[in-house]
């Protein structure tokens, strides 16, 4: 980071905690004066949190209504947030509410470095990303959510929709952003880049980074999370609240059911004030992590291969399992990693052989996630049988080990042989061309296309 990435970092941390310590009762009524978008977010924990007592870490919680409410529901949860002033009116809400929560830290979201890994079986990051300008700190604001979270565990991350600034105007004061030339550059700014940043005068004010709802997913894949789904999370009522803030029994739960199963809609995520990322980091990581590290200790000469393979390359493709392939001459390895992996065998690595195709071939369930090891995998084409050519061998970094890997191509050739045409066109935009031709080439000589 350079010195100036880290002056307007800082720059953006005062004006936040300035801009809280201003008025923190107002962030406190906050979701009392938007009921729906609590309501539905309360929804969304509901369905997706595992139960109590398990370990939440409410990242960015500020005064505490999120991790309040948990608490009272069995929850052990740590408070974390940017503003001392948040905090302080968090314990003394908490108190009042006669709830304890584990812990009150402060820090910034992109450095959780206080706790270890994978401590929470989730992590709320509902309101850290509101203020990160900069992509590189949201990305890093969510891997460190991923960090601290346990395999399978899941991140509720929030964000402010693209066009929440609008529709805010539009609702209550249409004609602020043409009441002079510098509100209507903020607005013209918004809608551009999403970009509100601290005003060059020092003055208190928002600042903040309003996403797009087409950008949240590649956002959160990069930092190692699967998104589950993306809500809007006022389903329809951005811009409609005052009636519905004034209903109470059948006609409020009426309300909050239609918008909590319409915040699912994509149609309704560009018209939402606030998006909710529902995200799962995904056991097969932690398990690729466990296979990559024993076979560079044991110098065991595989492949990764099939969609784990792909998702490594940052294919959005699902990765139901991880497939380890090894050579004809490195039969024995595939043994030796059944050993060292600890984890429930299904079937014993041995030689087993189908119609189609014949392999020294075993399944194991290594934390939850079945692991496919197959060697010196044959695949019959007319009378003959046909070894698998793993002519290549590309290693892809992740998470500081070193995977080895099929090239791109050769397995676009793999999904053309078993006729997988859907996984194959999703690779082929991905490869070279003349990388391409030079396998297709070599599997028509060999008779396997």
Sequence with gaps: MTVSET?????????????????????????ERHRTEFAVTLRALEQHLPGAPAQILDCGGGPGRYAITLAQRGYRVTLFDLSPDLLSMARQRAADAGVELVDFDQGTATDLSRYPDAQFDAVLLMGPLYHLLNGDDRRKALAEAYRVTKPGGVVFAAFIARYAAHIDALSGYPDLPTSDPGQLAEYQQIAASGLLPPRADGQVAFTAYFAHPNEVRPLCESAGLDLIELLAAEGLASGREDQLNALEGNAWDFWVNVNATVSRDPSVLGGAEHLIAVCRRPRWRSVLRQIAAA????????????????????????????????????????????????????????????????????????????????????????????????TTDEVVWFEGLQVRTLALEEEALAYLRAGRLDRAAAVLPHCEAGLLRLHLSGAVRHGLL
């Design 7 to 31: 002056e307007r970092e800082r720059s953006t941390e005062k004006a936040v905690q300035a801009l809280y310590a201003a008025d923190a009762e107002r962030e406190w009524g906050r979701l």
């Design 295 to 390: 076979a560079a200790e044991h110098e065991l000469d595989y492949r990764i291969v099939g969609g784990t393979a792909l998702a490594l390359r940052g294919l959005p493709v699902p990765v139901h399992d991880v497939d380890v392939e090894f050579p004809a001459t490195a039969i024995d390895d595939a043994y030796r990693l059944e050993r060292l992996l600890e984890g429930e065998i299904i079937l014993q690595v041995s030689w087993r052989e189908s119609e189609s195709y014949r392999s020294h071939f075993g399944r194991m369930i290594v934390d939850g996630v079945a692991v496919e090891i197959m060697a010196g995998l044959e695949r019959r084409v007319g009378e003959r049988w046909m070894p698998s050519f793993l």
